[in-house]
């Protein structure tokens, strides 16, 4: 995943699911994003800008447009992970 900011030669983004019995946690490691702005990590069952998601997680990017983004959640379903801009 690539942010709207996305210059080339930056680190890639990363995003890890573990599911730890009933919790899942998610942790990644964005960057290309917006300076300075609210976002947020959501969770979906489909791909595409239509997608409904599920917000997991608020956050606001760094001055060089970088975050670190952790969440739990309960329940053990697949769900691809997602970022979304908070609207």
């Not at 997991?56 to 990017?61: G, H, P, R």
């Not at 760094?62 to 908070?86: E, F, T």
């Amino acid at each position: 995943m690539a942010g709207e900011g996305a210059k080339a030669g930056e680190e890639p983004t990363s995003v890890s699911l573990f599911y730890q019995g009933p919790i899942q946690a998610l942790q990644a490691s964005v960057t290309g994003l917006l300076l300075k702005k609210p976002l947020c990590a959501g969770a979906g069952g489909q791909i595409g800008p239509a997608a409904a998601l599920e917000p997991l997680s608020m956050f606001m990017t760094n001055p060089a447009g970088s975050a670190i983004v952790n969440a739990n959640r309960a329940g053990r379903c697949q769900k691809r992970a997602a970022l979304s801009r908070h609207r």
